[in-house]
């Protein structure tokens, strides 16, 4: 019983009693696709954080990037592998609700996927 109030609660989307028309907003569509397209996407090349990584500690901290090197793949790795299925299994229903379709490496100020440069 409580899993069916928490579901309930999770995804209540606010006003949802108020609209009149039965048409979604394509907005809120695009994004959620988008959002899971994302996170598919990180899902399958977030390995390519090994070079990319590698290229940012050597012009970012040029003497002394062998030992930045390693901590800073592992937390690149965890961060791009947790938001890619942040974005694939709990962002969708988040940005449906609020409009905020910001993966969890925004906050790491790490671009949306690893082949872009940040």
Request: include cysteine; charge should be neutral.
């Amino acid at each position: 019983m409580m899993l069916i109030i928490l579901t309930g609660v999770i995804f209540c989307r606010p006003g949802l009693a108020l609209e009149t028309s039965t048409e979604l907003d394509s907005r809120q569509g695009n994004d959620v696709k988008t959002v899971m397209t994302r996170g598919w996407m990180n899902f399958f090349t977030f390995p390519g954080e090994i070079v990319r990584t590698g290229q940012n500690e050597k012009q970012n901290h040029p003497k002394a990037w062998p030992l930045t090197y390693a901590p800073r793949l592992v937390a690149n790795v965890i961060v791009r592998a947790t938001s890619s299925v942040n974005d694939m299994f709990v962002l969708p229903a988040y940005v449906w609700a609020t409009k905020d379709p910001r993966p969890i490496t925004y906050f790491f100020d790490m671009p949306d996927y690893v082949w872009e440069k940040g």
